[in-house]
Every structure is written in C-alpha cells, then in structure tokens.
C-alpha cells in the first residue's frame, strides 16, 4: 500500500467532513480560532498532495509554488472562492473545489433577518430596551419602512439571489433583478421577478440586495454615484462580499442620509475594526460573515470539502471543481 496523502486543513471544521479527512489522509488540522498566519500557512502545505483552505486562506502562485509540483488540489470551504486565484491553479492543471448549493438557502434566510432587521430597526429597539430607555409606548418611536408590499431589487440573480425572491414572494413585494445574463422566463416568471438595468433598479428599490461573486467587474460595483441614485429611505443588504461596496462611500451615503440603512454580514476590510465609522453608525447593522452558520449548513459543506480534497488527492475528478477546464487538458 501507497503512503496516504499529506493534506493540510486550514481550520478546526465539522467532523462530518474533518473525520474523514483524517481517517484517509496524514493531515495537519490549524486548531486555532484565528487563520494561519501566512508565514505559517506557507511552510504547512509544503510537501501536501492536498490544502482544504477557507475564505480567509489566500491561495496564489507563492502559496502554489510553496506547496510544490505534487499538490493534486485545492478544495475551498465555501461557495465563494475570491481568495484563491483560479486561473493560476488552472495553469497548473490544479482543480480547485468549491461548496456550491446547499448554502443557499441558509445565506438567503440570514439576508432575509437582516433585511427585516434594518428595516424594522431591531437592534435599535433592544439596544434602546437595554440601555433602560423604554419608558412609554411612542406614536413616533422606531419608525421604519414596511417590508410588504415593497419594492425588492435583488442584484445577482444565481441560486442565492433566486433563494431571496422566494421569500419576498411571501411578503407580496416586486421584485426586480439585475445580473450579466438575463435568465429565461422559466426561471424569472414564477418568481414574478423583472430584469432591470442595474442603475434603474437602484432607483426604483426600497431594499436592495447584493449576490454577486466578487470579481475584477462586481469589486466597488456600488459606488457614491450608485448610493446616489438610491432612495434616501432604501436599505441596502449585502451578504456577498465586503468589496463589492464602496466603505467610504457607504459611510457618507448613511451618515448623510442619501440612503436610510444597511445590513452588512460582509465587509471591507474583514473583521471590520471596531473603529472603523461603518461600525458605531445605527443606520448600519453589521454581522460577522455568518451567513451560512448553521450547524446543518456547516456540516455539509465540510462533507463537501472533503469529499473534493480526497477526490482531488486520490486523482480522481472533483465532485464540484469550479475550473472544469484542468480535467479537458491533454
Ligand atoms: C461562502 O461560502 O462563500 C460564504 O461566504 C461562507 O459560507
């Protein structure tokens, strides 16, 4: 018998991917809370056949060229995979494993909360509780817009973004849609959603929400003169990627009341800092990147991930590789 693979996990993940991982390979497990650092990272894949990484793990030619030419796979533990540069992994003929699909609906229910959530003021309301302000029912008291019968615009129209409009579907609003590819009438019609160019759906939406990859064309896709198009009561969910808005211009568009909130669960920088301005506005409700932290979710994309690196390190093709293309090579 062959030595097992030497595979190098980046984090502590659900046993139900992390067990199995171990009892086939001869794994390293980062059990820190906190990512490797990258001197770390780039000294533990060397030698590896395989590297489970997560969102915070940047995968590059230095990280590739560290591991070496026998690194058979790169398996991310995510649906999005803007940390690793695939096209470099592509090159080097390395499959690159995502966890696509049974987030979905995990991510579209914490859009959902938050968008409620800003709407509806709820972290204002128990902060004002706790702070020992309650002292009388207020005709004019945390006022916000009603979700039903609004308008929803929701930018990125891939499964997420459709895992959205289902919800909003029950909350009777329109709801417009913007992505690159306008999809057919099977997918949009019994959604009731209509395709609207991008700068005509931030102007006519009372909530936006954003489900784009983060790519060189989505990074500060909203920018000031976007914010500036919006409603000044809109509010704006982003449960995509922290660069996919503009911080700066976002801060001046809350703070000077061009819009009316956010809810971030991503954010740019990520952590935020908790001096950052964004954090101590109450227009803007921040979460840190748990949109698919559920222990079902988690749990499956685990099994996902490992079920990528042990294909990958075993030769064998990627139940979900996002750059197909390395298994058309001669
Ligand atoms: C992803 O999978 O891309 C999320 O951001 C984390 O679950």
Redesign the pocket.
Known sequence: MGERPRVFVARVLPAAGLDQVVAATEARVWDDELPPPRDELLRAVEGCDGILTL?TDRVDAELLDRAGPQLKVVSNY???FDNVDVDECTRRGIPVGN?PGV?TETTADLAWALLMAAARRIVEGADYVRAGRWKTWGPMLLLGPDVHGATLGIVGFGRIGQAVARRAQGFGMTILYHDPVRLPDEVTQPLGAEYAELDDLLARCDFVSLHVNLTDETRGLVDAPRLARMKPTAVLVNTARGPVVDPVALHAALRDGVIGAAALDVTDPEPIPVDDPLVSLPNCLIVP?I??ATPATRGK?AEMAAANLLAGVRGERLPNPVNPEVYERP
Do not use: C, N, P
């Open positions: 969102l995510a649906v999005g966890t987030l990147h949109a698919s994309m």
